[in-house]
T-cell receptor, first 116, second 114 residues
Framework: AQKVTQAQTEISVVEKEDVTLDCVYE???????LFWYKQPPSGELVFLIR??????QNEISGRYSWNFQKSTSSFNFTITASQVVDSAVYFC?????????????FGSGTRLQVQP | EAQVTQNPRYLITVTGKKLTVTCSQN?????MSWYRQDPGLGLRQIYY???????DKGDVPEGYKVSRKEKRNFPLILESPSPNQTSLYFC?????????????FGPGTRLTVT
């Protein structure tokens, strides 16, 4: 069965520090998708990125970057020069091709606190 | 504006009093689902619907019902709410339910059952 582990429950950094949020997944499928969502204090879920299992290229979007490594089943998320507005709970999620429910399997989330 | 709406956003109720949380999307999406979010557990799927009149159980369906009579609406029904259903609920939709589809989430409904 699929599983997503975010071992870091809470991380606290000072503004301008770089921070990496870890995500490790388990799946038996060869075709799957990985996602990151941000949940700011207001509570909504904000989509950040989607990656399919055949695309191991790292991605950079402004201060955000993602490192996908199939060899270690990890899809880590780095925020460079963190800002107070980055304070949120971040979820990693997995979706498998063979799962009829089309559900997203979420990790338990990592709460990031960026102090000024 | 493309969006998923949920109502109410906040609800405090008592054990056993039936309630409905509405969910509506304006993107003509076929796939809709409900999740609940609990501390330390992330989000877990309650029910999903691949299209009108097609619904099925997710990971945690006990105590919930759904219906999909119209494509745009997917209400979540708690016939006899209990305190363990206190949670943050999200409705989501995607174009076809294909795993690679981006799922659009509603703003969430915070439910407290006393």
């Amino acid at each position: 069965a699929q599983k997503v582990t975010q071992a870091q429950t809470e991380i606290s950094v000072v503004e301008k520090e770089d921070v990496t949020l870890d995500c490790v997944y388990e799946t038996r499928d060869t075709t799957y998708y990985l996602f990151w969502y941000k949940q700011p204090p207001s509570g909504e879920l904000v989509f950040l990125i989607r990656r399919n299992s055949f695309d191991e290229q790292n991605e950079i979007s402004g201060r955000y970057s993602w490192n996908f490594q199939k060899s270690t089943s990890s899809f880590n998320f780095t925020i460079t020069a963190s800002q107070v507005v980055d304070s949120a709970v971040y979820f990693c999620a997995l979706s498998e091709l063979d799962t009829g429910r089309r559900a997203l399997t979420f990790g338990s989330g990592t709460r990031l606190q960026v102090q000024p | 504006e493309a969006q998923v709406t949920q109502n109410p956003r906040y609800l405090i109720t008592v054990t056993g009093k039936k309630l409905t949380v509405t969910c509506s999307q304006n993107m003509n999406h076929e796939y809709m689902s409900w999740y609940r979010q609990d501390p330390g557990l992330g989000l877990r799927q309650i029910y999903y619907s691949m299209n009108v009149e097609v619904t099925d159980k997710g990971d945690v369906p006990e105590g919930y019902k759904v219906s999909r009579k119209e494509k745009r609406n997917f209400p979540l029904i708690l016939e006899s709410p209990s305190p363990n259903q206190t949670s943050l609920y999200f409705c989501a939709s995607s174009l076809s339910g294909t795993p690679g589809d981006e799922q659009y989430f509603g703003p969430g409904t915070r439910l407290t059952v006393t």
